[in-house]
């Protein structure tokens, strides 16, 4: 029975390639005739060229990016659907010439009880069935039965093949170093979750091992599926802890179809800044904080200030005394406008000139001259290119980039003294720092913050919005016109041609325009280790989707950053007031039972508010505690790395070390083991990869190797999270290291 339902899944999933392949020419045929299409000048027709050229590039890319496992279960239907009751579930919809469906889109409503389907509620459902791939080729079959007249061999065609279970295959194969979809071993709790509603935030919490980040990916991949006309050009923002962790999930969206995904750390959500260290935690914690708002905010409003006594200024000889009464009149008028700093000063400007005229002209005819309305506009114009009036009104108000202006604040103490009558000198001394200094993880919410304040700096590129804004109009419209004259309404939205003008300004796609343009604001935003974000962290992505529709993944009992959230009310109120929702993960998929017994029996002893959770499986190994007795650390954690080599050498392994340790690990490990071994994130395409705590978050190995978990759990004030989170990384072997 076996080999011949084997057979037959290879002849049907021979045949879906064999339509895979079959589209991919046909696009490749359709980009390379609208390519060499001959438009002249004419505007329109080249736009309509460009327009179709982006669309058939990137169905193109999503034929190429799923074919592996493109196919990976089917369903048994109790009433047969265009005369067939089966119906084959994969990563993307396949229809043949005659629009007769072939391959069902997980993400579609009729995949739904492919996942959610049990005895009790079969929905429509005999039997469902896994089909494991090796590339394109079926190499096992094994079926969930909901109808027990299947078990009793009376239903010809309808044979079933029971084995070992695909979630079971999947929990313990190897790790390869990065992060597989779970598109084929969804579990039902986390189907609910994915495709729930796109309103509001949606926080999923759960402890290790739960599929927190898969659910979530799978989750952007299914709202992007179900949301094409909204989220096609207002773009996915996902999120991450680290440059690591986004390394071993960015496979994870292509292999689902979804390609124009913005992917992103906490440290690179200010363009131009890739920030990947932090401060420590004290100024960690102040730079988190909401009080940093009001700073900021009275830090701006100081550098709009009037002289304290008059001012002399020379203006073609003539000398001009100038009343700080002037400067502050200009300065009123300009904050009542209500405009950022840099916007606002140029109302300030004029004011200022305006009076300085009034003032200039005033004295001339004292002195006898005659001032008609043509010498005014010359005197203003001597007035603005004078050096002394330059100088009197930037030293009144001066426009900033937020660059500078967080960099003085740290390299002025007397200025931040000024504003912070408060604070402890040890508060202001964390904070301060030379102006030459590299921008920190925290400082990007600040930066962010100084944008929102000063806006844009005279003279940066966004003086071209407005001619982007007609161009936009202008591409709008001309994809309104290609719509109907192509015949293709319905298929495509004027929104999405528009998206792929060649005439636009800036023509990268929708994901590279959003990754470059801070006002950017996203249809949606994924955010993994939430837990981890400070109160000005939000502020920046909650910037970032005004309609505050998130997917927001965490643990509150894996917090260790020094301003990360003490619980989800307390991290989420103050952003969305009542306009998010929890569901929780209580499964463990990931890690062994007599691993998470340990590591959860530590966090109850250090006091972390964790949710216990029910592993699937008990597991094979049991925890090893080795003691490095004398030897150095650094050695006694290599002996341990090979021991588990011994065990399984084809498998991952991950060596976690306090931070005051990890490159003298890194060095012993990578002296022993050569080039099978890498540190930080480029030891995630190793078979061997030294970590940190903080950076092996969200990742999962075969084996971790822990070099001495006291230190870990003492290196911070919430130390005892990164040691939970490091226990809990294997999906195999666990060996703790103590000195």
């Given at each position: ?121 079969r ?12 590339g ?27 084995g ?8 313990t ?106 401060d ?41 005394v ?80 937020p ?16 504003l ?20 920190t ?32 109009k ?44 801070r ?10 280790e939430?837990q ?52 929780e ?43 490095a ?18 065990i ?92």
């Amino acid at each position: 029975m076996l080999e011949s339902e084997l057979e037959r899944e290879r002849s049907v999933v021979a045949g879906l390639y064999e339509r895979l392949d079959a589209l991919r020419v046909e696009t490749e045929e359709r980009l390379t005739r609208v390519r060499r299409e001959s438009v002249g000048s004419n505007h329109q027709a080249r736009s309509e060229r460009d327009a179709f050229a982006r669309l058939y590039e990137d169905q193109l890319g999503q034929l190429r990016e799923v074919d592996s496992r493109l196919v990976f279960g089917r369903l048994l239907l109790e009433h047969p659907v265009d005369g067939t009751a089966h119906r084959y579930i994969g990563r993307i919809g396949l229809r043949d010439d005659d629009q007769v469906s072939l391959l069902i889109d997980w993400r579609a409503q009729q995949a739904s009880a492919f996942y959610q389907a049990t005895a009790s509620e079969r929905m429509g459902v005999r039997a469902r069935r896994h089909l494991t791939m090796s590339g394109r080729q079926v190499t096992r079959v094994d079926d969930e039965v909901f109808d027990e007249a299947l078990l009793d061999g009376g239903d010809a065609g309808s044979e079933v093949v029971q084995g070992e279970g695909a979630l079971l295959a999947a929990l313990t194969a190897q790790r390869t170093g990065r992060m597989h979809d779970i598109v084929a071993t969804i579990q039902a709790e986390q189907d609910r979750i994915i495709r729930s509603d796109l309103r509001g935030a949606l926080v999923v919490q759960g402890g290790p091992g739960t599929g927190k980040t898969a659910v979530a990916l799978h989750r952007a991949a299914y709202l992007l599926y179900a949301n094409r006309q909204r989220l096609s050009t207002s773009g996915v923002l996902v999120v991450g802890p680290s440059v690591a962790f986004l390394r071993y999930i960015e496979a994870v969206l292509p292999s689902l179809g979804e390609t124009g995904v913005v992917m992103r750390t906490l440290g690179e959500l200010f363009p131009g800044i890739e920030a990947t260290h932090d401060d420590e935690p004290l100024a960690a914690r102040l730079k988190g904080s909401a009080q940093m708002v009001r700073l900021l905010s009275r830090a701006v409003r100081s550098r709009q200030k009037a002289p304290t006594e008059p001012q002399t200024v020379e203006i073609n000889g003539e000398r001009l005394v100038v009343e700080p009464e002037l400067v502050t009149r200009a300065i009123a008028r300009a904050q009542r406008s209500g405009k950022q700093h840099n916007l606002a000063r140029v109302t300030f400007v004029k004011q200022a000139l305006s009076e300085l005229t009034d003032k200039l002209a005033a004295q001339l005819r004292q002195r006898g001259a005659t001032i008609d309305e043509a010498d005014l506009k010359v005197l203003r114009e001597d007035l603005r290119t004078s050096y002394d009036v330059r100088v009197l009104l930037n030293t009144a108000w001066l426009p900033m980039t937020p660059e500078k202006f967080i960099q003085d604040l740290y390299a002025r103490p007397a200025w931040l003294a000024e504003l912070t009558p408060r604070w402890t000198d040890a508060q202001r001394a964390s904070l301060h720092r030379d102006r030459s200094a590299l921008f920190t993880v925290s400082d990007v919410p600040l930066l962010d913050e100084a944008a929102e304040l000063l806006g844009a700096f005279p003279g940066k590129p966004d003086a071209g919005a407005r001619e982007r804004d007609r161009q936009r109009k202008r591409d709008l419209e001309n994809a309104r016109a290609a719509i109907r004259n192509m015949g293709v309404e319905g298929l495509v939205s004027a929104e999405q041609l528009a998206d792929g003008f060649a005439e636009q300004v800036d023509n990268g796609t929708t994901a590279e325009r959003a990754a470059a343009d801070r006002t950017w604001t996203y249809g949606h935003v994924v955010v993994d280790e939430a837990q981890e974000l400070s109160p000005m962290q939000w502020r920046v992505l909650v910037r970032r989707s005004p309609m505050k529709s998130f997917t927001i993944v965490g643990d509150i009992a894996q917090v260790a950053s020094a301003a990360g959230a003490t619980s989800w009310e307390a991290a989420l109120t103050p952003h969305f007031k009542d306009a998010w929702r929890l569901e929780e993960l209580t499964v463990n998929y990931r890690t062994p039972a007599q691993i998470t017994r340990e590591a959860e029996r530590m966090a109850e002893e250090a006091g972390l508010p964790i949710t216990r959770t029910q592993a699937v499986r008990e597991g094979d190994w049991p925890i090893r505690n080795v003691s490095a007795e004398g030897s150095p650390l650094a050695e006694a954690v290599a002996d341990a790395v090979q021991a588990d080599r011994d065990i399984d050498a084809s498998g991952t392994v991950a060596v976690i070390a306090p931070t005051a340790e990890v490159d003298a690990v890194a060095e012993a490990v990578a002296n022993r083991f050569g080039e099978l071994a890498a540190r930080g994130a480029s030891g995630l395409m190793r078979p061997i990869a030294v970590l940190t705590g903080y950076e092996a978050k969200g990742l999962e190995f075969d084996a971790v190797v822990l070099a001495d978990p006291d230190a870990l759990a003492t290196e911070t004030p919430r130390g005892a999270a990164s040691l939970y989170v490091a226990m809990t990384r294997p999906t195999q072997r666990l060996t703790l290291v103590t000195r």
